[in-house]
C-alpha cells in the first residue's frame, strides 16, 4: 500500500519561503509509472494543482502558471521523497498542501491522483 | 488554462436517492476527466478517471460519463457514506485544474 507523509512548518510570514517534504512509502520517487505533485486547496481558490516532477529515462518537472516563477519541485532519491519550495509567499498562499501520486498505467495513460499526503495547513501572516 | 465548471455547486438529497452531479469544460477534454470525493478534514479520494473507469475498490453505484466538453458523475442509490463534496479534475492539458465542487447534503 503506497503512503505519503508529509512535514514541515505551518506558519509563515510574509515574504518567507514555503518547504515542505513528502516521504513515500510503497513506491518508489524514480517509477516510471507515476508523477509525484503539490496541490493545494483553499476556500478562495479551491483545488489547485501545482507542479510535479517525474522520472522518464531523466528527471522532468512541470509546473502552473501562477506559481512558475517562485516554486520548485524536486525529487530525493536517497531518501525516497520529494519537497516543494515555494518562495516569496503572501498570505494568498495561505491553504491546505498536500502531496501525491499521479498514477499511470504501463502504456504511459493517466489513471487520476490515486493516493494522497494527509495534507498540511499552511498560514501566511502579513 | 482548461476552465471547469460544475453544477450545481450544492444539492440536497435522500438516502437512495439517485444523483446526478455536471461539469463542463472549457474545450474538448478527450475523456482525460477524473472525479473525486472528499469529506470533511480529508484529502480527496479517486472515484473515476479517463471519464467512466471506476477506480479499484470503488463502490458501483458510482458511474461516470460524457465526452467532448460535458462529463457527469452519477450515484445510482445515495447511501448515508456518499455525503460529501465532488470534485472534477481535467487532465487533458497542463495545468490539470479542477472544478469548484458540489457539496452533496442530507435532505
Known amino acids: 500500500q503506497v503512503q505519503l507523509q508529509q512535514s514541515g512548518p505551518g506558519l509563515l510570514k510574509a515574504s518567507q519561503t514555503l518547504s515542505l517534504t513528502c516521504a513515500i512509502s510503497g513506491d518508489s520517487v524514480s517509477s516510471n509509472s507515476a508523477a509525484w505533485s503539490w496541490i493545494r486547496q483553499s476556500p478562495s481558490r479551491g483545488l489547485e494543482w501545482l507542479g510535479r516532477t517525474y522520472y522518464r529515462s531523466k528527471w522532468d518537472s512541470d509546473y502552473a502558471p501562477p506559481v512558475k516563477s517562485r516554486i520548485t519541485i524536486n525529487p530525493d532519491t536517497s531518501k525516497n521523497q520529494f519537497s516543494l519550495q515555494l518562495n516569496s509567499v503572501t498570505p494568498e498562499d495561505t491553504a491546505v498542501y498536500y502531496c501525491?501520486?499521479?498514477?499511470?498505467?504501463?502504456?504511459?495513460?493517466?489513471?487520476?491522483?490515486?493516493?494522497w499526503g494527509q495534507g498540511t495547513t499552511v498560514t501566511v501572516s502579513s | 488554462d482548461i476552465q471547469m465548471t460544475q453544477s450545481p455547486s450544492s444539492l440536497s438529497a435522500s438516502v437512495g436517492d439517485r444523483v446526478t452531479i455536471t461539469c463542463r469544460a472549457s474545450?474538448?477534454?478527450?475523456?482525460?476527466l477524473a472525479w473525486y470525493q472528499q469529506k470533511p478534514g480529508k484529502a480527496p479520494k479517486l472515484l473515476v478517471y479517463?471519464?467512466?473507469r471506476l477506480e479499484s475498490g470503488v463502490p458501483s453505484r458510482f458511474s461516470g460519463s460524457g465526452s467532448g466538453t460535458d462529463y457527469t458523475l452519477t450515484i445510482s442509490s445515495l447511501q448515508p457514506e456518499d455525503f460529501a463534496s465532488y470534485y472534477c479534475q481535467q487532465y487533458y492539458t497542463i495545468p490539470w485544474t479542477f472544478g469548484q465542487g458540489t457539496k452533496v447534503e442530507i435532505k
Open positions: 501525491a501520486r499521479e498514477a499511470y498505467t504501463s502504456g504511459g495513460y493517466y489513471c487520476g491522483v490515486d493516493v
Open positions: 474545450q474538448g477534454l478527450s475523456n482525460s
Open positions: 479517463v471519464a467512466s
